[in-house]
């Protein structure tokens, strides 16, 4: 598996347009991925990382698949730098009864007669973390959701809104191998929008 870091232009006008639309941000990703309009890209997993108002943007893009970060790296000023990758294995680095500190934009929702309806009460985005932790092999120690907000966009001609809520904290492994799978395919709906991607580090 491979994770990339793509450090943005603010200068240029496409980064700033992708920066304001997730499913603008997520076609330009997908060029990395095809090579040409016909072909179906791989799934992969994307987030834009915090910063402070003057820092520069950050994307990170988690892939089965190997990117062809050369693709962006020709759109004039998109990248400030060349792409930053690294391969590595969830499985060979999870073990049980351990904790890490965690990342994560999600898309917390319930369904409802039908429908999914996203999640705004902070307890309850909460409580949807730790559900997802039952089901995907870990245990939420400590989480704070350290943002909420209703990201918006055009498909087409449909207009598009997805609620996307951050959250960080530690988690303690209880089942590696589900969890592996859960970093590998990422957690909840909304990927192309920006969400899923669950990113650990040692606590």
Known sequence: MYLTRLRLDPRSALARRDLADPYDMHRTLV??????????????LWRGEPTSAWGEPVVLVQSEEAGQWST???????????AETLEW?????????????????????????GKRLGLMAEEAQLAWLARQGVRLGFSVDAALVTGSELLRSRKGDSRISLLRASFEGRLIVDDA????????TGIGPGKAFGCGLLSLGRS
């Open 31 to 44: 060029r990395a991925f095809v090579q040409d309009s016909e072909q179906t890209p791989p799934r992969f």
């Open 177 to 184: 191998d589900v969890l592996a799978r859960a970093v590998r």
């Open 89 to 113: 294995q969830p499985e060979a680095r999870l073990r049980v009864g351990e904790r890490y500190r965690f990342r994560l934009f999600a898309n917390p929702t319930v369904t409802r007669n």
């Open 72 to 82: 962006l790296e020709a759109l004039p000023n998109y990248l400030k730098e060349t």
